[in-house]
């Protein structure tokens, strides 16, 4: 049998907790949740902020309020809190909603008329709920003070928060069109990961055309929000497999995977692992330790898929990810574990925390996760245990694969007729940055061949170690199975591509 889904508030109220904590995008809507939360009963909702002091939220609540004081003579935290906590005098059963709660945790007096309230709050059978975007307890409160996490909206709450856009938009334009069955759920899709209601909203009136819903400029939006997340960058790739040269093996898997059972919904990238990694064991914060247990209670809790792409630098690996992205048509979320750093105790786990809960929110909890590495010295068993689907390996392109190559940047720089190269063990960032010299110096191929170093040349002998490490252990990018060291002469032929 199912269990019901039970507002924490409700749950919270009937255990008579005294002071609770609610993460909130938007503390407006929380109200308004817990409100209904209630179901019948009268509780008095009152609600304070620096700005209108303590204000009454229903009958009940200004009733409360206009005990206590006038709204200008509340607007000391310290002060009303101190008349809330009064055991001889302070008011019975009410909820108290204390806005943008963040800035309290910081103020040691605050946190004291805070937890003053809680035996008096309890014996008069009330209840103060702080409200902030990522609440975390102070060692002060840690204890008394239950954290819940407000439900991301669902796509019921979507759908319905459409049809109220359609409708008003019926009203100004009665030719409105409706959209369709299809239209409507790939709107939905586009407005799944918000983190409340109201930018939804935003969002709709702004895409709301007299010629229907621009799905393009919610998406636009969509982006321009979310950027606001510490450490993560989303956007919507247009590249296919089809603007890949050459790497057989990891194309082979990523339309399987895309055609599978288990449809993911949005790609997390993480470019160059190890070096975001690289500070942990350094770090005598304990900072980016406890970060590193987030991300990996997180895999292991939302059973995230991931892949791991290890190799030479240049080959392809980053553009994979995007491809892969656009080729499923989901979005790809560009996670930064450097910036989610913050600069006051206990900002990172805060921004780490929310980081998390957009990528879920933006994915539905269907999450592949891909990290790019040019070497897993840095790497720790448990990290590498995380990219469960496998761990592939990019060699030097073959000699059908650096073809290839220079026909896709040949193309892409309008140099159809010229000479390849002769070159041997080239990447595909080498390839490309000789076809844009050739173009932005208007040379031939030959002449801006020379002013490239390729990493064959500049670090072979390491390249050489990673690839004779990763023989036989890695699946190969290049091809279907594992990968194996073929000493392939890759040098171009030298005849003229015909483009």
């Not at 040269?245 to 190890?274: P, S, T």
């Not at 064991?281 to 987030?294: C, F, P, R, V, Y």
């Not at 930064?336 to 805060?350: D, N, P, R």
Request: neutral net charge.
């Amino acid at each position: 049998m199912k269990t019901p889904n039970i507002h924490p508030f409700r749950l919270a109220r009937r255990a008579a907790v005294p002071i609770m904590a609610i993460n909130t995008a938007d503390p407006a809507a929380t109200i308004r949740g817990c409100a209904a939360a209630r179901n019948g009963k009268p509780d008095a909702f009152l609600a304070w902020d620096c700005v209108r002091g303590l204000i009454g939220l229903d009958k009940l609540g200004k009733e409360v309020a206009a005990t206590i004081g006038e709204p200008a003579d509340t607007q000391n935290l310290v002060q009303m809190l101190a008349t809330v906590g009064n055991p001889d005098g302070g008011p019975r059963g009410c909820t108290i909603f204390l806005l943008n709660a963040q800035a309290a945790l910081k103020d040691y007096t605050a946190l004291q008329a805070i937890w003053n309230c809680r035996d008096v709050l309890k014996s008069a059978g009330s209840s103060l709920v702080l409200l902030g975007p990522s609440l975390v307890m102070p060692p002060e409160l840690s204890n008394d003070v239950p954290v819940f996490d407000e439900p991301v909206p669902t796509a019921e709450e979507i759908e319905t928060t459409l049809d109220d856009a359609v409708n008003d938009a019926k009203k100004s334009v009665p030719e409105f069109p409706e959209p369709t069955k299809e239209e409507r759920a790939r709107i939905i899709d586009t407005l799944t990961g918000y983190l409340c209601i109201f930018p939804i909203e935003q969002a709709l009136a702004l895409a709301t055309t007299k010629d229907g819903i621009d799905l393009r400029k919610l998406w636009e939006l969509k982006v321009a929000s979310l950027r606001n997340t510490a450490g993560l960058e989303i956007s919507q790739p247009v590249t296919t497999f089809a603007d890949m040269a050459g790497c057989g093996g990891i194309k082979d898997f990523g339309d399987k995977l895309i055609n599978g059972r288990q449809r993911f919904r949005g790609v997390f990238f993480l470019d160059e692992i190890e070096k975001m990694l690289a500070g942990g064991a350094g770090d005598l914060s304990g900072t980016s330790q406890a970060m590193i247990e987030q991300f990996l209670y997180w895999t292991e809790a939302k059973k995230v898929m991931a892949l791991l792409l290890l190799g030479v630098p240049g080959a392809g690996k980053s553009w994979t990810a995007q491809c892969i992205a656009g080729q499923a048509n989901v979005p790809l979320l560009r996670g930064s574990m450097s910036t989610v750093k913050g600069s006051l105790v206990g900002q990172s786990e805060a921004n780490m925390k929310q980081l998390l809960k957009t990528i879920d929110s933006v994915t539905q909890e269907n999450t592949l996760m891909i990290a790019t590495c040019n070497s897993l010295d840095a790497l720790t068993p448990e990290i590498l245990a995380r990219f469960k689907l496998g761990v592939f390996f990019y060699d030097y392109p073959t000699a059908e694969e650096q073809a290839a190559l220079w026909a896709l940047y040949m193309k892409k720089y309008e140099l159809a007729g010229d000479t390849v190269p002769q070159v041997s063990r080239w990447v595909g960032r080498e390839v490309e940055s000789c076809c844009h010299r050739a173009w932005l110096f208007n040379v031939p191929l030959a002449e801006a061949a020379r002013s490239v170093v390729p990493v064959s040349r500049a670090n072979g002998k390491r390249m050489d170690v990673l690839r004779q490490s990763a023989a036989g252990r890695f699946l190969s990018a290049s091809k279907p199975g594992i990968y194996e060291v073929k000493e392939n002469e890759t040098a171009a032929t030298g005849r003229s591509l015909s483009l």
